[in-house]
């Protein structure tokens, strides 16, 4: 279809670069922000333009945040022994609204995945590691140890061997705790259901009913 | 869900507005765009903004254009005695793709709708009866009289309401043709699935079978 202003092209063009947006949907998009006030239309533009250009990364975690330090790292409430390292931002996201975790994150930004070209060279593990190791030389009292990184990463091939590089990496600190999520029948699912897999592994690292109990 | 960043939570806010983007998608799409290089999102921004500034509407029809007149106006070859009546920019388009249309168009920026608040007067209405009279006003030989005007909206409550008002309103040129789509069976089409009235419709206004074929 031909479009009557290149403007209208150009806007078209660059919306249905987003995944999920096709040509049609772009169209869809931009005719309806030119039938909404101009404001719609500069706002969407400028927060795009600023979020670009100003958004920061923690210099401690590498999430997203608005100075150098974000603010889950930067919050002295939080206990800092315990690290769960996640593949994005999102994840982070994903995690702090369950409110069941009160550690610091490590944001690797993706996963080992040679079919893609990613090695561990371009993801966050060296200063992950530098992380733990300048966390246990105590250099003032207030400095406090790493005891446990959370391995948080999807269980995909990608993920796994992300894990495993991960496991190795960190297996110089002899004292460093190395957990994984658990795995199981998610609430509310129906046992039936539930694939042999992930049932097999809910019966084997089944907990106490109690402790069930006491989590809820 | 809480954002890390005031500027990522700015960012979702304006997608998130967007018709049919929830503010899961709008997070993929800005998360998307931060991992890609910085040019992607800075030149969907700047299209926006762009286009929202810049955007003209031709002088003659309303269509969206890059100059105060726009590509189909302007164009000498088109039949300027025969205008569509369409809803929007978007039916232009769509028309002009079928190729089957040399005449001009005239975009009425919308349907009446009470419901909406929207009369007569919000659309490009007085404009095309303006159009027609100067028309036939023989200024100069130039001039072409527009002798036939299709009333191009699509058969809901509010383009019904549309096509008799502007029928009324044109009732003053006694000798301009008004015409209105074909209303059939889509082709492809079984007809043992196609609904009552338009079947009934189809059956009334049939065409010589000899005209359909020349019409290919």
Not at 132 to 161: C, F, H, W, Y
């Amino acid at each position: 279809m031909e479009y009557p202003s290149q403007l209208l092209t150009h806007a078209v063009d660059e919306f249905a670069k987003l995944p999920g947006v096709g040509r049609k949907t772009a169209l869809r998009l931009v005719l309806h922000l030119l039938r909404q006030e101009p404001a719609r239309a500069l706002q969407l533009g400028e927060s795009l333009i600023r979020l670009r250009n100003e958004v920061k990364y923690c210099k401690v975690c590498h999430n997203i945040s608005d100075s150098d330090i974000c603010s889950i790292c930067g919050n002295p409430q939080r206990d800092a022994s315990t690290i769960c390292v996640v593949e994005n931002v999102k994840e982070v996201m994903v995690i702090e609204a369950t409110r069941q975790f009160g550690g610091l994150y490590h944001v690797l930004g993706g996963l080992i995945s040679p079919m893609d070209g990613i090695g561990p060279q371009q993801l966050q593990i060296d200063s992950l590691v530098e992380r733990i190791r300048r966390s246990q030389q105590p250099v003032s009292a207030k400095n406090q140890p790493i005891q446990e990184v959370i391995l948080a990463l999807s269980t995909t091939m990608e993920g796994d061997t992300t894990n495993f590089y991960i496991f190795r990496k960190l297996a110089e600190f002899s004292d460093l705790k190395i957990t994984t999520l658990a795995r199981g029948v998610a609430v509310g699912d129906e046992i039936e259901y539930a694939d042999e897999i992930t049932l097999g592994k809910s019966i084997l690292n089944r907990t106490l009913f109690t402790d069930s109990f006491a989590k809820k």
